[in-house]
């Protein structure tokens, strides 16, 4: 019940770099793991598709980093986020390219909204990405 507390009063003084950081490391192993399978079944068609997986062990690690060392969270942990932010961005970018070359394109949203590449997916990337991001800013747990 100390924990809870601890954690809860930590929370409302802004400080959670620690839990940002774990969050961050621990949400991108099983992100990529679903991206590779969706990509495997894309056939991995644009070399854009592997970004998502590549970036994944050094965010993982920066992340895990960043709840051993305060430097870590403030230096490299951003860094890798933000890397991994903006391959959201564009994954979100060429999702909407992908629905639009499509025979029919927007056209025909009820089948290729459905069967083309999920439009918004690569967000989670962002909001994964934003995490990292956060860390760097907010202070440290006592």
């Known amino acids: 019940m100390a924990f809870l ?18 969050t961050t490391a621990f949400s991108v192993p099983p992100l ?13 068609g644009d070399k854009w598709m592997w970004t998502p997986i590549v970036l994944t062990p ?10 051993l060392s305060e430097k870590a969270a403030r230096t490299w942990l951003p860094a890798v986020s933000a890397l991994y932010a903006l391959d959201g961005a564009i994954g979100v970018l060429t999702h909407v390219r992908g629905v639009q070359k499509r025979p029919g394109g927007f056209g025909e ?3 290729n909204m459905v069967m083309g590449p999920p439009l918004l ?12 991001i956060l860390a760097a800013v907010v202070k440290r747990e006592k």
């Open 109 to 111: 949203p009820t089948y």
């Open 121 to 132: 997916a690569p967000g989670s990337l962002c909001l994964v990405g934003f995490l990292g």
């Open 58 to 67: 050094p965010l993982t690690a920066a992340g895990i980093a960043g709840v």
């Open 5 to 22: 507390s601890r954690a809860l009063e930590n929370i409302r003084d802004g400080r959670m770099q620690k839990l940002l950081a774990a």
């Open 32 to 44: 990529a793991f679903e991206i590779y399978l969706e990509h495997y079944k894309g056939s991995f």
